[in-house]
């Protein structure tokens, strides 16, 4: 997977975050940062030491995708066919009949991708590789869809993932597809016994809901993505300058500035009779910074770009533009004071607002987390009920690539359970009309709206893909910034809060826990009433409960803002975006971060003032 930041991910059990990642999420954003960088380290470490199994993309590569797409696909379904008409029927014996069952449904969904990395830091190239990889899930259902192997907590013993050979060798990829199919029909198996064995000794559940709906058989067979194309020397120099810019910063102490290109064709086939191919190319470019206060705090700023290819990246001058904004930030949030815990009104920017929505809604109205004994289920039972103010509605709708001419990550023309993305109206004028979907029904619905997503070698849930929060009652950012003092006048609090850009957050979804959120934001103004200027703090955190949170929105900005980044959860990493106007909020509360203990450095950094008046 590609690097990625910011990214939005959601922790299983208990908590989702948005945070910085390599190609897996970081737990939170509060751990001290340069534990965070150490670890990122350690990931790319990971990334270069197993640069011996990259290889250079063929230069003939394009010429063969169309009979790659033939030739894969074709062994996929051929092998699919003698494997679904086979197991479980050719037992040796009657005593081996008794214990193998047929599978009533068998998938194999392929991702064949090539990426390229480009890494500098300190203004030097790091790294500079291309990789090419195909890699098969293949998902095996015993019993039958009212009760299978993967019931309940068993859901992910389905999936079953191997890397298949890149070249197109017909018994090359059925042989693997073979062995994976055995390996995925033992793992179901054992499964399908246990779930059994506990449907008898355990208590009627809330939701009886099938474990998988019965849907439409899909064919679409799209042109394979091309082999991902860069222009790799060119590239390498303009990391590099974004790298070297941070030089003019003395008190950023660790930057990271990556390229990522990937473009990955996605290819389905099942028992039902579905054939998918579906291409989705991406370009993103992260920049990541670190400093650390005098007190202790440590402190980050975070930037990406995304298109398209590297071609829909913005202008090198804009991003030099962009990182220079950010070195210069994270110089005035060293020396601006630490916030102290505050309830009261707030603005939230359109970035922020579009993250708020993703982490306190968003999470909750995934279809899986409406069942089972452990989930908290806060919408549930408020469907056809108001659940926001009546200005608000808010869609899911992963087939629009780009709004205002930003790209959005969360886009895909099928879900990864070979189902056709759809829009989706979740909320309408504030009330609750539907779920994100997958195939696994719940007690008000039983189909899948096309929102079955997964990382490669996870069981696909109900996920989120762009999701679009509007409203019809906007203001302009000025007017906006007037009804914040005087909300804060009303409440007689000395200041508002406008939070600017946003790092992380997480959300808490299980019943055995409190229904709560937090949100780290990595900006925030304090707004006098009195007409002193803006002060900059830095410390704060953003804490709540949903439902009494969605309820204070007072009103929006005119303007919406997109934020791009990965979610993940217990179906995988994937893709996401979020987009909403600036709102502002009657009531907000927040607490301090925690407080790091560690100096900041106390050798000054190679080449600036206080090193050469030591060498002087």
């Not at 929102?451 to 302009?476: C, E």
């Not at 005087?486 to 808490?508: M, N, T, W």
């Not at 990595?522 to 439902?547: A, H, N």
């Amino acid at each position: 997977m590609a690097c990625s930041v910011p990214t939005i991910s959601f922790l299983p059990p208990d908590s989702a975050t948005i945070s910085v990642s390599n190609d897996l999420p970081f737990q939170r954003m509060t751990k001290p940062i340069p534990a965070v960088a150490r670890w990122l380290s350690v990931r790319l470490m990971v990334c270069a030491a197993s640069a011996h199994l990259l290889i250079a993309l063929p230069s003939a590569a394009a010429a063969q995708q169309s009979s790659t797409s033939s030739v894969l696909l074709d062994t996929m379904t051929s092998e699919l066919h003698r494997a679904f008409t086979s197991l479980g029927r050719q037992a040796s014996g009657a005593k081996d009949a008794d214990k193998q069952l047929p599978p009533y449904f068998l998938s194999y969904s392929v991702s064949d991708a090539s990426t390229v990395l480009i890494r500098a830091q300190y203004g030097a190239l790091a790294e500079s590789s291309s990789n090419r990889m195909r890699v098969a899930d293949v998902q095996v259902r015993l019993g039958n869809s009212v009760l299978d192997n993967t019931h309940g907590t068993h859901r992910g013993s389905a999936v079953n993932s191997m890397q298949l050979p890149l070249t197109d060798d017909r018994e090359a990829l059925a042989r693997s597809l073979w062995l994976a199919t055995n390996i995925g029909y033992g793992n179901a198996m054992d499964n399908y016994l246990r779930v059994k064995t506990e449907a008898q000794v355990r208590a009627r559940e809330e939701d009886s809901s099938p474990d998988f709906s019965k849907e439409q058989p899909q064919t679409s067979i799209a042109k394979p993505a091309p082999p991902v194309t860069v222009d790799r020397p060119a590239w390498e120099q303009h990391v590099r300058a974004l790298s070297r810019i941070f030089r003019e910063y003395p008190d950023v102490y660790q930057n990271l500035v990556m390229l990522t290109a990937q473009n990955e064709t996605e290819y389905y086939a099942s028992s039902e009779g579905s054939q998918v191919v579906a291409p989705h190319l991406r370009a993103r470019l992260v920049v990541l910074a670190v400093t650390r206060a005098e007190d202790g705090m440590d402190l980050f700023r975070a930037q990406t770009f995304e298109a398209e290819n590297v071609d829909g990246l913005p202008s090198q001058a804009a991003m030099e533009s962009s990182v220079r904004e950010l070195g210069k930030s994270l110089e005035q949030l060293r020396k601006a004071p630490v916030t102290e815990p505050f309830d009261g009104p707030a603005i939230l920017s359109g970035r922020a607002a579009a993250v708020f929505f993703h982490e306190v809604l968003g999470h909750r109205l995934e279809g899986q987390r409406q069942r089972g004994d452990e989930e908290g289920q806060t919408f549930t039972k408020e469907l056809n009920k108001p659940v926001l103010p009546p200005f608000l509605s808010v869609a899911d709708d992963p087939t629009i690539n780009t709004l205002d001419k930003i790209w959005l990550s969360g886009s895909y023309a099928f879900d990864d359970e070979g189902q056709k993305a759809r829009r989706v109206e979740l909320i309408q004028d504030g009330v609750l009309k539907t779920f994100l979907m997958s195939r696994l029904p719940i007690a008000s619905f039983g189909a899948s709206n096309g929102h079955g997503r997964a990382q490669t070698g996870r069981m696909p849930t109900g996920r989120q893909g762009n999701l679009i929060v509007t409203s019809t009652r906007t203001f302009p950012e000025a007017e906006l910034r007037k009804q914040l003092i005087e909300e804060a006048k009303k409440q007689g609090k000395p200041f508002g809060l406008y939070f600017e850009d946003i790092s992380s957050g997480f959300a808490v979804t299980t019943r055995n826990s409190p229904q709560a959120f937090q949100v780290i934001p990595l900006v925030v103004w304090r707004v006098y009433v009195d007409g002193r200027p803006d002060e900059l703090v830095r410390g704060v955190s953003i804490v709540g409960t949903p439902l009494a949170a969605m309820k204070r929105i007072l009103a929006t900005g005119d303007k919406s803002e997109v934020f791009n980044g990965e979610c993940g959860a217990e179906s995988g990493t994937i893709p996401v975006s979020a987009v909403a106007p600036a709102m502002l909020l009657s009531e907000i509360e927040t607490q301090r971060q925690q407080q790091g203990t560690a100096r900041p450095p106390i050798l000054p950094i190679p080449g600036s003032s206080a090193t050469a008046k030591e060498s002087q």
